[in-house]
């Protein structure tokens, strides 16, 4: 088995042994657990997570888009004004499809 050394500083090497401590493994298996996590091959751990969050976080904004749109259409314009604003600033434009 290849073997890799790497440096850490005091803090983050702390962390490293206090959270192996608390999930009961090997420094050295929690870093490989961490890894497997982070890069997506594990099909119910880090992203699958993220993937959730995210599809429960679209389904909510939907939901109240839909009401908004019946109940206060000018604040909906505002928001998504305020919306277009803040994605312009990272490089980002909201696209809204016509219903």
Do not use: K
Request: hydrophobic share 40%.
């Amino acid at each position: 088995m290849p073997r890799l050394t790497i440096r850490l500083d005091d803090e983050l090497y702390d962390r490293l042994i206090d959270r192996s401590r608390t999930t009961g493994t090997t420094p050295s298996a929690y870093v490989r657990d961490v890894l497997v996590r982070f890069e997506g091959t594990d099909p119910l751990g880090y992203h699958n997570r993220f993937d959730d969050i995210d599809g429960t976080t679209l389904q909510i904004l939907a939901m109240l888009g839909t009401w908004m749109a019946e109940a206060a259409p000018s604040a909906l314009e505002a928001g998504l004004a305020e919306t277009r604003a803040m994605l312009s600033e990272h490089g980002l434009r909201l696209r809204v499809d016509p219903q």
